[in-house]
T-cell receptor, first 112, second 109 residues
Framework: ETGVTQSPTHLIKTRGQQVTLRCSSQ?????VSWYQQALGQGPQFIFQ???????GRGNFPPRFSGLQFPNYSSELNVNALELDDSALYLC???????????FGPGTRLTVL | GQQVMQSPQYQHVQEGEDFTTYCNSS?????IQWYKQRPGGHPVFLIQ?????EVKKQKRLTFQFGEAKKNSSLHITATQTTDVGTYFC?????????FGAGTTVTVRA
């Protein structure tokens, strides 16, 4: 077990709706990253937060946004959902000075 | 932008045989990480390689980082049914970890 949890496990939304996914990291893991994994693909980097500030972003539009909280929890928000947003969303955290990513079990999002 | 490519996409292996999966980056990497994802699971960290030409072993798994720090390989000897899953390499540059598409391994008993 990585000590990283995510909720919900599965979610079904319709196109145009908004969604919030949640992640709870281990204490002391100041960096959290979010990834999108489409079926049959590798995880794609969405963004990274360090101590509640976004400090890196991948090639995702602004309708993908996030928050990180002092209690090591974080959120991924996606507005105006599109069909192509259907994927497994993974959060991964790590402590300072470590590159190893500790992944959560993911949230499977289906957009209809 | 940085691209990480893996081959082969699929590897069907007879139990007991060896195989190698390859990873290539379009840019020089700070380090490379390998992850394993079981069917229905999430990526689990296997190893990190940092130095040019570095070789690391974990039991039946041997990981290598190329001299130019743009390619890597994972060699598995005496494949077992527990080796089933998708193996991803991921290249780190600055803050960004870029994953390849993975090699999905199935094992014939």
């Amino acid at each position: 077990e990585t000590g990283v949890t995510q909720s919900p496990t599965h979610l079904i939304k319709t196109r145009g709706q908004q969604v919030t996914l949640r992640c709870s990291s281990q204490s002391g893991h100041n960096t959290v990253s979010w990834y999108q994994q489409a079926l049959g693909q590798g995880p794609q980097f969405i963004f990274q937060y360090y101590r509640e500030e976004e400090n890196g972003r991948g090639n995702f539009p602004p309708r993908f946004s996030g928050l990180q909280f002092p209690n090591y929890s974080s959120e991924l928000n996606v507005n105006a959902l599109e069909l192509d947003d259907s994927a497994l969303y993974l959060c991964a955290s790590r402590p300072d000075s470590y590159n190893e990513q500790f992944f959560g079990p993911g949230t499977r999002l289906t957009v209809l | 932008g940085q691209q990480v490519m893996q081959s082969p996409q699929y590897q069907h292996v007879q139990e007991g045989e060896d195989f190698t999966t390859y990873c290539n980056s379009s840019t020089t990497l700070s380090n490379i990480q390998w992850y394993k994802q079981r069917p229905g699971g999430h990526p689990v960290f296997l190893i990190q390689l940092v130095k040019s030409g570095e070789v690391k072993k974990q039991k039946r798994l041997t990981f290598q980082f190329g001299e130019a720090k743009k390619n890597s390989s994972l060699h598995i000897t005496a494949t077992q049914t527990t080796d089933v899953g998708t193996y991803f390499c991921a290249g780190l540059n600055d803050y960004k970890l870029s994953f390849g598409a993975g090699t999905t391994v199935t094992v014939r008993a």
